[in-house]
Structures are given as structure tokens and as C-alpha cells.
């Protein structure tokens, strides 16, 4: 019988085969969105106070994601104050608020990767056997190991960025950035290298799972890296360095996680073939034997010798 660990799949102990209703499955989804709702909720009130206030000797995290802006030449950018302090202006009278609460949702966010991550790989995975748990374990610390890498290379980038946006044409004009404008291209950025940056790990959990082998990614790989370049030319700002930065390193994670689906079907075939299971890939014809030699009319109608 399969014993799960989670308490959101007690009902499954009475359960040999894991299976569950459909109504089981929308009060399981539920409860894990509640879950990472709540998580989300609790990491963005910590985020909106971090925007304004330093913690554990860190500066604000409003001054950590105005440093690239702030870093231009001077003569870039406008000065907003008398003593030519780095400021950049709001239009509305609530934009300093909503800003302020954007900001610290998508602090928010990140911060609950472990919990929203755990949620989501225990929703997917039908059952937890002991090397599913360590799956999970491993689904977890590695989406949000590369989400946190995916971000702090995207806030790196946009300084070199907003350099080669802001100093094109900066002897006829000077560019004066809203807050809404700035922090706004640097979350679509930190979201956007984030997120692209789980690709290896649902590639390579795939893999795990057999539904995605080896060969077939091979077969794929160059229109695989083709997509990967339209992706970084679409969601990226129109600059050249974001976007080769994101496809670069979108390609370099999308070969290791192709290497180690090599690495793994290699394994998994020779484990096959040492307890005799003779498993044949989607690529693979199987060996047929050859047919019995036929009977010739006259030995079927002539009656045995004896």
C-alpha cells in the first residue's frame, strides 16, 4: 500500500492504487493554493517593508533596484531635486503606493519559492514514494536556486541596459523615468529571467518521469535553441544585450539539461538490461523473427507415411 507523507493526501492511505476523485483533486488544489497564497501574502508584507527600511545591516530594497539607475552618468539622466540627488518622479497620487506594493509582491513572490514550488511538484505527482520525496527535495531547491540566479542576472543587465537605452541620442535629450516606467521594466526583467530559468527543471524532471527522452531532445535541440532566441527577442526589452544575455543562458541550461537526459537514459538502460527487461525507446524498432516456411498444398492433402 502506498503511505503518503503530505497531510493534503491523508485520504490516500485507504487508497492501494493513489488514485483520487475529481472532487478530492479541486479540495487538494485548493488547499495548496491557500497554501501559497498564504506563504505569498505573509513574504510580500516583509517585502513591502524591506522597500523602505533596511534589514539585518542590507540596504532598502528600494535603493538596491534604483542602483543601476542611479549608477548612469548624471548627464543621462534628469535632476529632479535641487541638489541633484538620483530621484526619479511619480504622476499620480497613488503611484508611490501601488509602486511601493508592486515592488514588495514581487519580493514576495520570490521569497516563496520554496513553499509555492513544494506545492506545485506535490500536486502534480500522483503518489510519494520514499525516491519521489527526494525528487520533490530536489524539484525544490534546484527551481529555486536558478529563480534566484534568473533574477539577480536580470538586475545585473539592466544597467547595461538602461546605459545603451538612455545614451542613445543623449546630447538632444535628456530621459526623465518615472517610477512606475523603471521598477516596472526591472520586474518584467527579474519575472522573466526567473521564470525561464525553470527550464532545465522541468526538462530534466520530465526526463525523470520517462516522458521525455534523450533522443527526442536531440532531435529538437536546434529548433529548441531557435525558439529559445525568439522567446529572449520577444519578452525582452528592445535592447540587444538583454536579449543575448537571456538566450545565452537560456541555451547553456537547456544543453546540461539535455546532457544529463543522455547521462540518465544511459543509466536507465543499463539497469534495464541487468534485470532482463529488453525496454526499447520510441526510436527503437523492435527485432521481429521470422516468419514459420510454408506448407506446401501437396504435404498438407498426402496422408502421413507409416
Not at 63 to 80: E, K, N, W
Not at 193 to 208: A, Y
Not at 229 to 250: G, N
Not at 288 to 297: G, H, M, V
Request: charged share 15%.
Amino acid at each position: 500500500m502506498r503511505i503518503s507523507i503530505d497531510p493534503l493526501r491523508g485520504k490516500r492511505r485507504t487508497n492501494p492504487d493513489g488514485t483520487m476523485s475529481l472532487v478530492q483533486h479541486l479540495q487538494e488544489l485548493r488547499a495548496r493554493l491557500l497554501i501559497s497564497m498564504a506563504a505569498v501574502v505573509v513574504t510580500t508584507l516583509l517585502g513591502v517593508y524591506w522597500y523602505a527600511h533596511s534589514v539585518l545591516g542590507i540596504q532598502s530594497l528600494g535603493d538596491v533596484l534604483l542602483g543601476p539607475y542611479c549608477a548612469l552618468d548624471p548627464s543621462t539622466r534628469a535632476a529632479l531635486t535641487p541638489d541633484g540627488s538620483c530621484r526619479l518622479f511619480a504622476t499620480g497620487p497613488f503611484e508611490q503606493f501601488m509602486l511601493r506594493l508592486k515592488v514588495g509582491f514581487t519580493a514576495g513572490v520570490v521569497f516563496a519559492a520554496p513553499v509555492w514550488l513544494y506545492q506545485l511538484w506535490s500536486f502534480i505527482t500522483p503518489g510519494l514514494y520514499a525516491k519521489e520525496r527526494r525528487y520533490a527535495v530536489w524539484f525544490v531547491t534546484a527551481g529555486t536556486i536558478l529563480f534566484s540566479t534568473g533574477a539577480v542576472l536580470a538586475y545585473f543587465v539592466v544597467a547595461h541596459a538602461l546605459s545603451f537605452l538612455l545614451e542613445i541620442g543623449s546630447e538632444a535629450q535628456i530621459t526623465a523615468l518615472s517610477g512606475s516606467e523603471y521598477f516596472g521594466l526591472i520586474i518584467q526583467l527579474l519575472i522573466i529571467f526567473g521564470v525561464s530559468f525553470e527550464t532545465p527543471v522541468i526538462i530534466i524532471g520530465l526526463n525523470v518521469i520517462g516522458v521525455l527522452t534523450y533522443v527526442r531532445l536531440r532531435a529538437w535541440r536546434r529548433g529548441m535553441i531557435f525558439g529559445l532566441f525568439v522567446f529572449a527577442a520577444v519578452v525582452t526589452p528592445q535592447d540587444p544585450i538583454s536579449m543575448l544575455v537571456l538566450a545565452v543562458a537560456l541555451t547553456v541550461l537547456f544543453e546540461v539539461a539535455v546532457q544529463f537526459a543522455r547521462i540518465n537514459d544511459k543509466r536507465r538502460s543499463r539497469r534495464a538490461v541487468a534485470e532482463g527487461d529488453d525496454l526499447l525507446d520510441d526510436e527503437t524498432a523492435s527485432d521481429l523473427s521470422a516468419p514459420d516456411p510454408l506448407i506446401s498444398a501437396d504435404a498438407i492433402s498426402s496422408p502421413p507415411e507409416k
